[in-house]
T-cell receptor, first 116, second 110 residues
C-alpha cells in the first residue's frame, strides 16, 4: 500500500483480555517502530525492528507486552492480561533504511485501545 | 537517558500572529526532527536538522538547530488556521532511534 496501515483502528477490550495489534509498513521499508501515545502526550517509544531483528525493546512497559516481525514485514504488538493503564493510541512507523534516528519516520493512523 | 523538553506546552494565537516552540535536550544530539500532528491524526514528518547552527525554511516555517546541538526551535510566521496541531521535536537517545518531546499544542483563533 501507499502508507503504513494499522488494524484495527479501534479496539475495546475488557481488563484481563489479550489483544493483538497489527502493523503493515510501507513496502520495502527496513525498520519498523512501535510507540504508545497517551492523550495529550508525545509518542513514547516501545520497540523497533530492523528487518526481522528486534534491536531495541527497552520501551516495553512490562513483560505483558510482546512484539514480533517474523518475516521482516508485517509486525504484531501483543498485550497480554490488559490493564486500564494500557489504554492509549498505539502508533506504528517505518523507515526506508535501517540505522539510528536519522531518517523520516512514516506513521500509520494508529490503533486506539480502550480497556474497560 | 536523554530527555527532550518542549516549551510552551500550549499556545493560543490570533490568526496572523507569529508562533515559536522551543526544544531542549539534556545531551548533544546528532540530529533533530520535527513532526506535526493534527487533532485526531498521526505525526507527520516536517524536517530534519543535522548541522550545528543549521537553519531551514519551509514557506512560513523556520527551523533552527543550536550551535551546541542541544536545542532547536520552530517559528511560524503569520499563523493560519491550517497550522493548528501539536508540534513535536524528536531526537535519538542511546540505542533508541527517536525520543519525542511532549509537544506544543497550537490553537489559532480566526
Amino acid at each position: 500500500g501507499a502508507g503504513v496501515s494499522q488494524s484495527p483502528r479501534y479496539k475495546v477490550a475488557k481488563r484481563g483480555q489479550d489483544v493483538a495489534l497489527r502493523c503493515d509498513p510501507i513496502s520495502g521499508h527496513v525498520s519498523l517502530f512501535w510507540y504508545q501515545q497517551a492523550l495529550g502526550q508525545g509518542p513514547e517509544f516501545l520497540t523497533y525492528f530492523q528487518n526481522e531483528a528486534q534491536l531495541d525493546k527497552s520501551g516495553l512497559p512490562s513483560d505483558r507486552f510482546f512484539a514480533e516481525r517474523p518475516e521482516g514485514s508485517v509486525s504484531t504488538l501483543k498485550i497480554q492480561r490488559t490493564q486500564q493503564e494500557d489504554s492509549a493510541v498505539y502508533l506504528c512507523a517505518s523507515t526506508i533504511l535501517g540505522g539510528m534516528g536519522n531518517q523520516p519516520q512514516h506513521f500509520g493512523d494508529g490503533t486506539r485501545l480502550s480497556i474497560l | 537517558g536523554q530527555q527532550v523538553m518542549q516549551i510552551p506546552q500550549y499556545q493560543h494565537v490570533q490568526e496572523g500572529e507569529d508562533f515559536t516552540t522551543y526544544c531542549n535536550s539534556s545531551t548533544t544530539l546528532s540530529n533533530i526532527q520535527w513532526y506535526k500532528q493534527r487533532p485526531g491524526g498521526h505525526p507527520v514528518f516536517l524536517i530534519q536538522l543535522v548541522k550545528s547552527g543549521e537553519v531551514k525554511k519551509q514557506k512560513r516555517l523556520t527551523f533552527q538547530f543550536g550551535e551546541a546541538k542541544k536545542n532547536s526551535s520552530l517559528h511560524i510566521t503569520a499563523t493560519q488556521t491550517t497550522d493548528v496541531g501539536t508540534y513535536f521535536c524528536a531526537g535519538p537517545s542511546g540505542n533508541t532511534p527517536l525520543v519525542f518531546g511532549k509537544g506544543t499544542r497550537l490553537s489559532v483563533i480566526a
